[in-house]
């Protein structure tokens, strides 16, 4: 199986030879099934065969391989720094080993490496919040990973590595680390830190952990509603933008999907990347969004251009494999897209238009499609349901974008002509 695909002779011999070797072709194996390409799979097997040079020289067999060793190695490893990644960027040696050493854990060689590290009360905390937060409150996913980036970074800087004694807290504690948190933060973000702290004290109060009033102790980062205007594109810049994104080939078509996903239906990057191939009714021309940061699930019509391009995807582009999101990577083994991956889409398309915005990225179409909404008459209930939004008055912000209307409207400026 190995020499099918052509390894240097000089990295076979040495990867037959060395400590690793007994477990090289249930890897390829492995690596086979999951989608992996012969040359892809070389590639792997020659970082394999600088591992198993390293632990030969270290006389180190595969079943005494921990996670301090990996570590060890992973320091000696050099890493290539550009000016798109000041603290160096992971080499594709580590990335294979890594991989190479869990297939070893899974299968019983390297117990070590998967042993777990202890759980320490401060994890049991923020665990338990998340729970509750999810449960009770309801909080999106990417939400709640926010709140508890937030929680996990307050009791570090408050507790350090103790055990968290809350019965000690003081009100300074929570209000000079909020304002540190804020004053890093652009003025649309500042509100992330104080709901999340806010939250925080909430739940410990409920838990009888802290005492009750301490979330009146956070500061208050005053922002005027409505006193800035949403990033949007024209619908000449949109229209523009998806023109420049051709379909000739598979990448093309799966990204040119994407955007009209984002332009049309204005979908957030998670529902984009969340789609699954049962949520499409091509008989109705229906598309469900499942429960998304709204909590609730919505069904759209599906634009024909946007069915047409999703159609063109599934079938001259989409890699076969049995997972059934519809958006996945080109690279092997196939994973399904992130929203940041389906957000990377949109900026590189703005960019390759040569667009200009004041956010690049997928919300900005969201954004477009909201206005374009609301200028051609669309009420408020109607544009809240196609963008999900549980409160009215979150897509009350897009009244101040139809310009022309509010022109007629406007009032004369005092003194002027």
Not at 354 to 369: E, I, K, N, P
Request: glycine share 8%.
């Amino acid at each position: 199986m190995v020499s099918s695909l052509r390894l240097r002779p000089d990295i076979q011999a040495r990867i037959e030879a060395g400590p690793l070797a007994p477990y090289v072709v249930p890897y390829v194996a492995l690596l086979r099934s999951e989608g992996y390409t012969h040359g892809a799979i070389r590639c792997h097997l020659s970082g394999i065969d600088v591992f198993g040079a390293w632990l030969a020289k270290r006389r180190v067999e595969a079943d005494r391989i921990d996670q301090a060793m990996v570590e060890h190695f992973a320091r000696g490893v050099r890493r290539h720094r550009a000016p798109s990644h000041p603290r160096g960027k992971t080499p594709w040696v580590l990335s294979c080993v890594r991989k190479f050493v869990a297939f070893l854990g899974a299968n019983g060689v390297t117990p070590n490496v998967t042993t777990l590290p202890s759980i320490t009360e401060a994890d049991l905390l923020v665990r338990s919040f998340d729970e509750y937060l999810g449960s009770v409150k309801g909080l999106a996913p990417s939400t709640r990973r926010i709140y508890l980036r937030y929680a996990q970074l307050f009791i570090e800087t408050r507790f350090g590595a103790a055990a968290p004694d809350w019965s000690g807290i003081e009100v300074d504690d929570i209000s000079d680390f909020v304002r540190a948190q804020v004053e890093r933060l652009k003025p649309t973000a500042c509100q992330a830190p104080v709901t999340a702290i806010r939250a925080l004290l909430r739940y410990l109060s409920l838990t009888g952990a802290a005492r009750s009033g301490l979330c009146g102790a956070v500061p208050t980062v005053r922002q005027w509603k409505h006193a800035s205007l949403p990033a949007y594109l024209s619908a000449d810049d949109v229209e523009r933008v998806l023109s420049g994104c051709g379909d000739d080939t598979a990448i093309h078509r799966r990204d040119r999907a994407i955007l009209l996903l984002l332009a049309r239906l204005g979908l957030r990057a998670s529902e984009v990347a969340g789609l699954r191939l049962d949520d499409i009714d091509w008989r109705q021309g229906r598309l469900a969004i499942r429960a998304g940061k709204s909590g609730s699930p919505r069904d759209l019509p599906l634009p024909g251009d946007v069915g047409e391009a999703l159609a063109a995807y599934l079938r001259g582009g989409r890699p076969s494999r049995p997972n059934a999101t519809i958006f996945v990577r080109f690279v092997s083994p196939h994973d399904r897209l992130s929203a940041g991956a389906v957000s990377s889409v949109a900026k590189k398309a703005l960019t390759r238009a040569g667009v200009s915005a004041a956010r690049l990225g997928s919300h900005v179409f969201r954004h477009s499609a909201a206005t374009q909404m609301v200028r051609l008459g669309a009420t408020f209930k109607e544009v809240a349901d196609v963008l999900g939004h549980a409160c009215l008055k979150t897509t009350a912000i897009y009244a101040k974008l139809d310009l022309p209307a509010l022109a007629r409207v406007a009032l004369p400026w005092p003194g002027a002509e």
